[in-house]
DNA sequence: AAGATAAATGAAGCAAAATTGCATTTTTTT
DNA sequence: AAAAAAATGCAATTTTGCTTCATTTATCTT
């Protein structure tokens, strides 16, 4: 297993207190985390900084962002060939409507879709949304 | 060709100037609008009215969000056979990251994906970045 | 192991975006 | 034309995010 302190230097970051607390709150998550999940976690932390971490991160291929319809940006660990300023999660991101959480499904990747002519395409994002196995768990 | 009092009406909206100003926006549009977009376009309305006027569309049918990845939930018209609470928007949406705008692509359907099990799926979304033809166009 | 240097942090202040409650105005219905 | 219901506009507040700058910290070099 790789170690907090490793992921950082492997990805030419300065390994700080800060960002070793980021990456295990990150490392131990079960759903992705957005800005003010990790402000509660980090018990209001300077938030400026936090912002900065998550960019930094997010550049050296960490961590990338999950869209998920709501406004706020999620973010998930990268599957382990991210590199900076080239990302390969091309999986689906699941929504729950419920718990609001937001899941990555690394097993299942997005489909290629074939554009009207003209457009040239850079990346693609799939969001399915409903409702998670907890939830759906829950009403039974 | 159905007039924006009649499109409120059909959709059981109490008729009013703002709301043919907003709608005749959405009609006359190339792309999806912004909050921030339609701020503009209606000369600083009253904002809250605004993001009142945008729900409420959305919630009978007369719109749909277009997520894009960007923090702002862009708005387009829906297509003609959506009513309350029962969207039919499964098609594409293209976000171009030169011009920023975002076009919903009604010729491309979502495809299906098949999670693993135990999550009910209620939607699905699909965005595709780029660039659109007009900005490819530009570069030449 | 100590100092140099480059990067990260935290504070203060600001700007924009979104929400809430309430009083007023407008639309629709009778 | 009046009553009822809905929509609007204002004020105040909250949340989110950015910029600048001084200080602190991690890393590299010797």
Redesign the pocket.
Known sequence: MVSTTQI??DHK???????IEVLELFSGAQHAL???DL?TLLNN?????L???L??FEEKGIIHKAIDGT???KFALCEAHCHEHNHHDEHVHFHCIKCENTFCIESVFIPEVSLPQGFRIKQTDMIVSGECEQCVMKEL
Not at 45 to 49: E, G, L, Q, V
């Open positions: 950082l230097k970051l300065r390994v700080t207190p800060f960002r957005a800005a003010a402000e932390p300077d938030r400026i900084t912002y900065r971490t960019k930094s406004n706020q940006p």
